[in-house]
């Protein structure tokens, strides 16, 4: 078990320029949760999956935003158009479906300049 | 709708001190409680969290938290502070019945002066 990793952990990107990361959960978890976290905020819920479904997505979520989990393993998540305001730090977790607690990746540090 | 306030946003203590995270949750149904703790560039860690079991849940680092109903809190406690316990730390409430994800608070930093 090598934890919940995320690709890459710092990207600077131009503004409306598109980007995407990915996330590859643990590997027996069968949900998947997109988070961003702004500095000094606690994480905003965005999305999550159970198996490839998309179960729920937050309602201030942009329609630049979109995730997709294709073979319920690893998932993604676009920006298209970037904005100065996404600049955050997007992090992934996953879970079994229950009352368990999240494991956390390391997270994407997004830049945009 | 779930939320989570947690009151003071920077707690400072010393070494050897008691610690106190305050949390206070609203939930229209029983929730699910989780602290989690994150250090500088890290991803957040899970240190305990309350399933609806016993209502004084230990956790990871010496840290246990007490679930009140009648004043729907779920603070955080640690004894005695250590220096490697400075850090963000973060309540969060779920209603796993309905389905949804963790809604976090906005976190307390946590000083630890020697």
């Known amino acids: 078990d090598t934890g919940v990793s995320q690709d890459p952990r710092h990207k600077i990107t131009k503004r409306g320029q598109n980007v995407t990361f990915r996330c590859d959960p643990i590997?027996?978890?069968?949900?998947l949760y997109w988070y961003r976290q702004t500095l000094g905020q606690g994480p905003e819920f965005l999305t999550y999956?159970?198996?490839?479904?998309?179960?729920?997505k937050s309602r201030l979520l942009s329609d630049r935003f979109s995730a997709e989990r294709p073979k319920g393993s690893f998932s993604t998540l676009e920006i298209q158009r970037t904005e100065q305001g996404d600049s955050a730090m997007y992090l992934c977790?996953?879970?079994?479906?229950?009352?368990?607690?999240?494991?956390f990746g390391s997270g994407t540090r997004l830049t945009v300049v | 709708a779930q939320s989570v306030t947690q009151l003071g946003s920077h707690v400072s203590v010393s070494e050897g001190a008691l610690v106190l995270l305050r949390c206070n949750y609203s939930?229209?149904?029983?929730?699910?409680l989780f602290w989690y703790v994150q250090y500088p560039n890290q991803g957040l860690q899970l240190l305990l969290k309350?399933?609806?079991?016993?209502?004084l849940v230990k956790g990871i680092n010496g840290f246990e938290a007490e679930f009140k109903k009648s004043e729907t809190s779920f603070h955080l406690t640690k004894p005695s502070a250590h220096m490697s316990d400075a850090a963000e730390y973060f309540c969060?409430?779920?209603?796993?019945?309905?389905?949804?994800?963790?809604?976090f608070g906005k976190g307390t930093t946590l000083s630890v002066s020697s």
């Open positions: 999956f159970q198996n490839e479904a998309q179960l729920e």
């Open positions: 939930s229209s149904v029983p929730p699910y």
């Open positions: 590997s027996e978890h069968n949900r």
């Open positions: 977790a996953s879970s079994l479906a229950g009352p368990y607690g999240y494991t």
């Open positions: 309350y399933t609806s079991a016993a209502t």
């Open positions: 969060a409430v779920s209603q796993y019945q309905a389905g949804t994800a963790l809604i």
